[in-house]
């Protein structure tokens, strides 16, 4: 893993390369059996190099402490190592340049099951028309690997109506994770 994150490091395959701070590489074990794959680092992560360390990377240690979860025992990354300007959806060629990157993780990583955080991470993991709206919280198996979507946390921080949702969503991980054998 430190020898891809050091090629990661160096990369400049998209024009995200020039406006970044830091790469946004990943954090946690490995090997890790469930890992969590958000879009794109926003402004504090850049400015830390580190996934999901502001608001929303507080309320999602919040939910992962509910089912007994934690950057100790899962691994987080993003689709695109580098900050999209104004934190913008990341562009399909941007996802391009970086999701080898990420696919080489997550062979390392061998997770018995990923979660999407967002639309962005659904759409390209799971399925292109992903709605997330309609189907957070279901699982789709691929390879052996158990995929599924929550609503992003930044997404719950602007409409917390979602928040309900949101929790239903970490029972059903929850116990896919006890019926595996995860926790």
């Known amino acids: 893993m430190d020898k891809l994150k050091q090629r990661c490091l160096s990369c400049h395959a998209c024009p995200l390369a020039s406006t970044r701070t830091n790469v946004v590489f990943g954090v946690g074990p490995v090997p890790s059996s469930i890992v969590f794959v958000g879009e794109g680092p926003g ?15 507080q309320l999602l240690d919040d939910m992962l402490s509910i089912i007994d979860l934690s950057r100790k025992n899962c691994y987080i990354a993003n689709i695109v190592k580098c900050r999209p300007p104004h934190n913008r959806d990341p562009l399909p060629e941007e996802q391009d340049a970086c999701i080898g990157y990420l696919n080489e993780q997550l ?6 099951i990923i979660v999407c955080l967002g639309r962005i991470a659904a759409q390209r993991l799971i399925h292109p028309e992903f709605r997330i709206t309609r189907e957070h919280g279901s699982w789709t198996e691929k390879d052996g690997i158990y995929y599924t979507a929550f609503y992003h946390p930044s997404a719950l921080l602007r409409d917390v109506s979602k928040r309900p949702d949101a929790f239903a969503d970490l029972l059903i991980l929850r116990n896919k994770a006890l019926e595996l054998k995860l926790i």
């Open 43 to 57: 402004q504090n992560e850049d400015l830390q190099g580190e996934p999901f360390v502001g608001a929303a990377g």
């Open 107 to 112: 062979a390392i990583l061998q997770p018995k």
